[in-house]
């Protein structure tokens, strides 16, 4: 009978166990969607600052009276001239 009792304690506590870890669980997996959604917010940050800063740096590139300037006009052009020919290309 006492053997009996054990078990149904040990039974009662291994329950308990059980439904604290499952707690803890669903606290720990709220935890971390939180925590997905912060760096998903923080990446598109990131990039955002990325691209405003190769916005900067272009709009300096072209403000400058140097040599710079002329790269970078020489590049744009190039880009645009590569961007025509797939135009071309596509109305093919």
Same mark, same amino acid.
């Given at each position: 009978? $006492?053997?009996?009792?054990?078990?149904?304690?040990? !039974?009662?506590?291994? !329950?308990?166990?059980? $439904?604290?870890?499952?707690?803890?669980?669903?606290?720990?997996? @709220?935890?971390? @969607?939180?925590?997905? $959604? $912060?760096?998903?917010?923080?990446?598109?940050?990131?990039?955002? !600052? @990325?691209?405003?800063?190769?916005?900067?740096?272009?709009?300096?590139?072209?403000?400058?009276?140097?040599?710079?300037?002329?790269?970078?006009?020489?590049?744009?052009?190039?880009?645009?001239?590569?961007?025509?020919?797939?135009?071309?290309?596509?109305?093919?």
């Amino acid at each position: 009978m $006492e053997y009996l009792q054990q078990i149904e304690q040990n !039974v009662s506590r291994l !329950v308990e166990a059980y $439904e604290q870890a499952r707690r803890d669980n669903d606290a720990l997996l @709220q935890q971390l @969607q939180q925590k997905d $959604e $912060e760096l998903f917010n923080l990446r598109s940050e990131v990039k955002q !600052v @990325q691209a405003d800063l190769r916005n900067l740096q272009i709009a300096h590139a072209l403000t400058l009276d140097s040599p710079q300037r002329t790269k970078a006009k020489n590049h744009i052009r190039s880009l645009i001239a590569d961007i025509d020919r797939t135009i071309d290309v596509l109305k093919r």
